[in-house]
């Protein structure tokens, strides 16, 4: 399995703001997912990062508020702009692999006031 | 559109129980059903996936069962232990679709107490 590191593993941040959220993925991946997690809630899709083309949105989420870089095949970052407390979340990015199972990073635990 | 249920929000057992959590879904036709634990603050990490064509799935202590006429999976955690309290997630997957990413369900906090 990839071993996927994120950063930051949490952080408090001021509404209005913005913050980047690092995936680093030690084998390389054609396709990255960002997934959102709302306390009590499932895992959401936001988007679907291949490296070299824009990311794929899910419906209910825009480019202007999650703008994702891909510059190359281990490494991804999702932004999340113009924070809100509604957008204090989870944020899980995984890359997809040629197997079945998806993995996941250990998570951004976002927290907005 | 596409709808993963997980039944139970929160399910409380003692130790040496059998847990059992539900999974059903509608309007979609998987070729294939995954088990996740997530502990808190943390990303889900992958137990057991199960086949559309295979009815019964074990690891150790685990069983999945997938009934595709149902549309229903059943997730057995026998002789539980408190270091089993997490919550469970299930999600579906179609390896038809490429670059398809999992859908789940909200998931079940068991909490096993000793």
């Known amino acids: 399995s990839a071993v996927i590191s994120q950063k930051p593993s949490r952080d408090i941040c001021q509404r209005g703001t913005s913050l980047t959220i690092q995936c680093q993925v030690d084998s390389q991946v054609t396709m990255m997912f960002w997934y959102r997690q709302q306390p009590g809630q499932s895992l959401t899709l936001i988007a679907t990062?291949?490296?070299?083309?824009?990311?794929?949105?899910e419906s209910g989420f825009v480019i202007d508020k999650f703008p994702i870089s891909r510059p190359n095949l281990t490494f991804s970052t999702l932004t999340v702009s113009n924070m809100s407390p509604e957008d204090s979340s989870i944020y899980l990015c995984?890359?997809?692999?040629?197997?079945?199972?998806?993995?996941f990073g250990p998570g951004t635990r976002l927290l907005v006031l | 559109s596409q709808k993963i249920e997980q039944n139970s929000e929160a399910l409380n057992i003692q130790e040496g129980k059998t847990a059992t959590l539900t999974c059903n879904y509608t309007?979609?036709?998987?070729?294939?059903l995954q088990w996740y634990r997530q502990d808190p603050g943390r990303g889900p990490v992958f137990l057991l996936l199960?086949?559309?064509?295979?009815k019964e799935k074990r690891k150790e202590r685990l069983k999945v069962t997938f009934d595709t006429t149902l549309k229903q999976s059943l997730f057995h955690i026998t002789a539980s232990q408190p270091a089993d309290s997490a919550t469970y997630l299930c999600?579906?997957?179609?390896?038809?679709?490429?670059?398809?990413?999992?859908?789940f369900g909200k998931g079940t906090t068991l909490s096993v107490s000793s």
């Open positions: 309007n979609y036709s998987p070729a294939y």
């Open positions: 990062a291949n490296q070299g083309s824009e990311a794929t949105y």
């Open positions: 999600a579906l997957g179609s390896p038809w679709q490429a670059g398809t990413a999992l859908i």
């Open positions: 199960i086949r559309e064509n295979e």
């Open positions: 995984s890359p997809r692999t040629l197997g079945e199972t998806q993995y």
